[in-house]
């Protein structure tokens, strides 16, 4: 046997309010318009005065993306180590994904992460493909390794 790695605990349930979700991306991408009443209360405060308005409007668009019925992630550049091949484009080992008949979309904590409903067996069919028309250069960090492992 090898080592193996135990995670958790697991939350099972839905990691975000979608209503809530909406509600903030609204609030976020909301301009001002000229017809504004400026005797009317508001309800927010004036979102184009948030310096980090645009970076919280991607969080928050991940996130209403996120395929909520799906607890797990995988993360590409781990898949490819365990691999010790390169990583694959994102947005390809996606369309890969699609096309194989499942749904997939990004993890909001990770830009290199994905959330799918495709079995294991198929992530690993498709990282084995793409390892296969990509095999590691000569020069590589574990090529280097394994000769380094040779020597002595």
């Known amino acids: 046997g090898g080592p ?3 995670g958790g605990p697991i939350w099972l349930g839905p990691l975000h309010d979608d209503d809530l979700v909406q509600t903030a991306l609204n609030r976020v991408l909301a301009r001002k318009s000229k017809d504004d009443n400026k005797d009317a209360p508001k309800l927010y405060p004036d979102m184009e005065l948030i310096a980090t308005r645009e970076r919280l409007a991607g969080l928050l668009t991940s996130v209403h993306e996120e395929l909520k ?3 797990l992630y995988y993360q590409l550049p781990s898949l490819s180590s365990t691999l010790k091949c390169s990583s694959p484009p994102l947005q390809q080992f996606k369309a890969a994904i699609v096309n194989a008949g499942y749904r997939v979309s990004g993890y909001h904590k990770d830009p290199q992460a994905i959330k799918t ?4 067996r198929v992530i ?3 990282m084995r493909v793409w390892c296969e028309t ?10 280097q390794k394994k000769r380094n492992r040779r020597k002595k």
């Open 4 to 6: 193996f790695k135990v």
């Open 69 to 71: 019925d799906v607890p």
């Open 117 to 120: 409903d495709a079995p294991s």
């Open 124 to 126: 690993w069919d498709i």
């Open 134 to 143: 990509h095999p590691p250069t000569p020069n590589s960090k574990s090529s």
